[in-house]
């Protein structure tokens, strides 16, 4: 997996490539720790992310509530595919789909 870093305004944006498994998993949500400090809001591009397992279901539920209180997790440019998983474990419902 790899994280793309860039800005949208005051929003940080990370494009995720590759897949978001058990073994990446841990990779992004240290990244998400020690990198995204803004408080303009955080974009997770997932125009490039192939696979999403339940660790990275976890890493991206954990940082939408970390950003709740600092500007809003924003999901965008999401794979039918990865698609299908957020929709079956209800995180199209929870997350903010752009």
């Known amino acids: 997996m790899e994280i793309i870093e860039s800005r949208d305004g005051d929003r ?3 494009r995720i490539v590759g897949r978001l498994d058990t073994n ?3 990779q992004l949500d240290s990244y ?3 990198n995204v400090t803004s408080d303009g809001g955080l974009v997770l591009d997932m125009s490039e992310l192939d696979y999403v397992s339940s660790a ?3 890493v991206i539920l954990a ?3 970390v950003m ?3 500007g809003g997790l924003y999901v965008t440019n999401v794979k039918d595919t990865v698609m299908e998983v957020l929709e079956a474990t209800g995180f199209t419902d929870v997350l903010n789909m752009e």
């Open 56 to 58: 990275g279901l976890r």
């Open 63 to 65: 940082t939408h509530k």
């Open 12 to 14: 940080v944006v990370l």
């Open 24 to 26: 990446t998993a841990p």
């Open 68 to 70: 709740s209180n600092r």
């Open 32 to 34: 998400l720790k020690t």
